[in-house]
């Protein structure tokens, strides 16, 4: 009898001690690839959180108490990030960071939204993140740091006619893929509104590596410049295909395109194509944490994904301050209601009608194989 009281009293002790241990923290998951063709975004995303957090923590936290990660492996897969977010759910995170890709956010969101759980996606560009495509309604609980797709596109288009002087182009897409399948429509109402034609639009399906049969058909129409909203690795692939044949064609990319993977799959073939992205390691706004990071880890950032990744952080933090409490209906509407905050890229507003940034901008980099770089070419704050 004593020994099963003793036990009793050991187990409730254990049960109060956990509790003020976990009142003592505030969870915030974290769903991101680690593993995979996007780890090497991952990987810079969660360093450049778990640096960021760290300074938080050591100047008090927020709301008295410290902040922790609950972070899990995505793999850069939609039933793998749903499976992730009913983890996170289940683990009593008060927000969530990520996805960083479209696709895998679209998937994650209804769950959170169910759990009353705010989601502060990294880069995922489709606008369907933040909007129900169905209802056309804004997601109350699904929030962004990054520019969206409409915009992307049309600066691809834009910076296609105004500066390549390009007037016939092709697209070559990925039809398995939110992204390349939305960035591919985008673009194409954007270059045929500002007077282009595009003369051939080819799609290929996920994880497809030869793409010679689709560029044969776009080789035939030389077009001026070619739009290829892909990853790096099928970037790299249709640069080398596209070379191989004989097109000479200017080759254009999205956000997906900057990793260093692109130069050393691409070599040569990619050298001088021009891509779309949230930032660049020229940027003044983001020189101190490029510093600090590669200080920390003996190289620079995989961009954008620590800068959007850190801003999403400080994104949820602001809300916790300002809501005063953890609960899911009022940081939520804390976050819609963002405005002028500093983070990593810069200063950040929240529109409440959609939730994304206010005049977020775009640059365009270029390839640069021989220095093994992307330099800055321009940066696009609106486009008309």
Known sequence: MRRTLAMMVALLLLVLTGSAFAADVIKIGHTVSLTGGA??????????????????????????????????????????????????????????????????????????EKAKIPMVVTTATNPYVTIDQKTEK????????????????????????????ARKGAILYDVGSDYGQWLAKYFEEAFTDKGGTIVAKEAFRTDELDYRAQLGKIKDLAPDVIFIPTSQKEAAMAAKQARDIGITATLL??????????????????????????????DPDIQDFVAEY????????????????????????????TAGTTDGEKLAEALANLSDIKVTSGVLTISPE???PLDKPAVIQQVDVANKTFKFVKKYVSVD
């Open 138 to 165: 804004v997601r109350p609980f699904a929030f962004r740091p990054c520019f969206i797709d409409p915009f992307q596109g049309t600066v691809a288009a834009r910076f296609a006619i105004t500066d390549l002087g």
């Open 294 to 321: 590669k200080a920390a880890f003996g190289e620079d950032p995989v961009l954008p994904n620590p800068v959007m990744a850190q801003d999403a952080l400080i994104m949820i933090v602001e809300a916790l301050k």
């Open 39 to 112: 780890s090497m975004w991952g990987q810079s995303e969660a360093r450049a959180l778990d640096m960021l957090v760290k300074k938080i923590n050591e100047n008090g936290g927020v709301l008295g108490k410290k902040i922790e990660f609950v972070r899990y492996d995505n793999r850069n897969d939609a039933v793998e990030s749903v499976n992730v977010a009913r983890r996170l759910v289940s683990d009593g995170v008060a927000a969530v960071i990520g996805p960083a890709q479209s696709g895998n956010s679209i998937a994650t969101a209804p769950v959170l």
């Open 354 to 356: 959609d939730h994304n």
């Open 253 to 282: 990319g999205t956000d997906n395109w900057g990793s260093p993977d692109l130069i050393d799959l691409g070599g040569s073939a990619i050298d001088g194509g021009y891509f779309v992205n949230l930032t660049d390691l020229a």
